[in-house]
């Protein structure tokens, strides 16, 4: 498209002719798909920091890409590919546009923030949050939890509801007043516990992120949010 950085260039054509055509052929796949079933998307999320961060990312060997899956250490990201509703036969491959910026953001956090890789995963256990950095090497102790929205205004929304909800402590989905979805990220900042919250929208790469949030929890499980430098990401040895 007329305009747009190289990265941004370069990320879509490295989808649509070397990724695409892997995911489709992967023996992982129930049978073979086909790259022309591909649905045309829509190209504006993919801001230039979004694609610069993408690339950093896969480029720079934080994130490994295997028959155009994703795969970070030990642990794999949903995919930027899924396929459409199964009422269209055959079924359309179609973009998983949040899983560019999950793979951004984990390359974010080891390059500009210093995480080792190793104490990086995609995907919380119980699958709470898209991808989290660990205090320590054996994994027992979570110092971020990341959660990815395609959209700001998503990303602001979810803090706004976490911030309700860890307010009025632990409480029903059914009574719970917030999306569901929300209220599920709620649940799972009471599980896991981590440091420290960071919600990724696309303003994250344009600039230092903004939805980054210490979680504090008192002796009666309420959460509180606190806003924090987005510098407080940075990896400071051991955090024991």
């Known amino acids: 498209m007329t305009g747009d950085s190289r990265e941004q260039r370069d990320v879509r054509k490295r989808v649509l002719h070397q990724y695409l055509p892997k995911w489709c052929a992967s ?3 129930p049978h073979p798909l086909d790259p022309k079933g591909f649905f045309a998307q829509d190209w504006s999320f993919l801001t230039p920091g979004l694609a610069y961060w ?3 990312a896969i480029d720079e060997n934080v994130v490994e890409v295997n028959h155009g899956d994703f795969k970070l250490g030990a642990s794999w990201s949903e995919g930027i590919f899924e396929q459409g509703p199964k009422a269209t036969s055959p079924r359309r491959t179609k973009l998983r546009r949040e899983s560019f910026l999950e793979i951004a953001a984990v390359g974010m ?3 500009r923030y210093g995480w080792p890789v190793k104490r990086l995963r995609f995907q919380s256990p119980g699958w709470a949050f898209d991808f989290l950095a660990y205090a320590d090497d054996a994994w027992s102790e979570i110092a971020v939890a990341g959660e990815a929205k395609r959209l700001q205004k998503d990303a602001v929304a979810l803090a706004d509801s976490l ?5 009025r402590g632990p409480h029903p989905e059914e009574s719970c007043t917030q999306h569901r ?3 599920r990220k709620y649940v799972g900042l009471l599980e896991h516990r981590p440091r420290i919250l960071w919600i990724v929208g696309p ?3 344009a600039a230092d992120p903004e ?3 210490r979680v ?4 009666g499980a309420n959460i509180r949010l606190r806003h924090m430098d987005a510098r407080q990401l940075t990896f400071s040895g051991d955090l024991n």
């Open 109 to 111: 956090l080891a390059l």
């Open 216 to 219: 504090d929890e008192d002796s």
């Open 27 to 29: 023996p992982s796949r």
């Open 54 to 56: 993408f690339l950093v």
């Open 211 to 213: 939805l980054v949030y």
């Open 181 to 183: 979805n929300h209220h």
């Open 163 to 167: 911030k309700v909800c860890g307010m």
């Open 203 to 205: 303003d994250a790469f």
